[in-house]
């Protein structure tokens, strides 16, 4: 495979309009950077690695933090162990496309920020109330946003089933269930701010389901913020369109091009905003298709 081959691939892959695929290709950007400065301070002994893994991680000591404040965001996209960069990015794939499947492609990214911002808080809380407040514990990885999109998942959609490898056919409700237990478990085994930070993920994927099922989506703002379409939509007043009435005398059959017609549009319209956004008639009429076809 050439260079010119390689490159068509990736401008593809991320022009999908998948904001999954776009969270997996900066982590892994971050990722490599990280690591070629790292061999290369290795044998410039420059200190310049130590200086930049200061900058994106999150520091727990508050009085650190206040000047560092950006690392509550750069912390949810850095990682430098490749075993860690490799379960989280398994895991965002994963789950990530569960997520955006069921609930649309417009809140990936506001719930992986929100859900990181959330872990990362607790994990400084934690660390602040339980540990030793002078203390300045530093922590990067994705693993709070990732448990956040897993969870949240899991809430909308408890009964769906992933294969697992060894295991077989598992509901996601008892997948997030049991990575819950677990974290809990081994919270003081030596990663009790990275378990914190996983917990405060996971807490807020669960109370972002429960919240949005009763009306209010905690992503609205960021949703606006990162798409056009809904900043031009929210200028412009609402019209009604205009709808002629059917004549009793003439009925109209629907031919294949009006079919696919309507089908693409609840395509765009799950890709968006998920299956859940569609009306109970929308989805009638896809299971009507679906059988027909």
């Known amino acids: 495979m050439n260079g010119t081959s390689f490159q068509s691939d990736i401008r593809y892959w991320l022009r999908q309009g998948n904001t999954v695929n776009h969270l997996l290709f900066w982590n892994i950007i971050i990722f490599l950077a990280l690591n070629l400065l790292r061999l290369v301070d290795r044998f410039s002994q420059s200190g310049m690695y130590d200086w930049v893994y200061s900058q994106v991680a999150l520091h727990s000591n508050l009085s650190i933090f206040i000047v560092k404040p950006w690392g509550l965001i750069t912390y949810m996209f850095s990682h430098v162990q490749i075993f860690h960069i490799l379960f989280n990015m398994l895991n965002l794939f994963w789950f990530g496309n569960i997520f955006r499947e069921m609930l649309g492609n417009q809140r990936v990214l506001p719930v992986y920020l929100l859900g990181g911002l959330a872990g990362g808080l607790v994990y400084m809380a934690a660390y602040y109330l339980m540990v030793h407040n002078s203390m300045d514990a530093l922590m990067i990885g994705a693993s709070a946003s990732v448990m956040c999109l897993l969870v949240a998942a899991a809430t909308q959609v408890p009964n ?12 996601l409700k008892w997948l997030a269930l049991a990575l819950v237990i677990i974290g809990i478990i081994t919270m003081f085994d030596g990663n009790f701010g990275g378990v914190m930070s996983h917990l405060g993920g996971a807490a807020f994927g669960f109370a972002y389901i429960k919240l949005l099922q009763n009306g209010t989506d905690m992503a609205r703002p960021l ?26 005398l003439k009925i109209v059959k629907k031919t294949d091009e009006n079919t696919q017609s309507r089908l693409d549009q609840l395509l765009d319209k799950i890709n968006e905003k998920g299956y859940s956004s569609l009306s109970a008639e929308e989805k009638a009429w896809l299971e009507k298709v679906s059988k027909d076809s």
Do not use: D, N
């Open 223 to 248: 949703i606006w913020l990162f798409t056009p379409s809904e900043r031009k939509s929210s200028k412009q007043p609402a019209t009604k369109k205009f709808k002629p009435k059917k004549s009793p």
């Open 160 to 171: 769906y089933e992933i294969g697992l490898l060894f295991i077989g056919s598992v509901k």
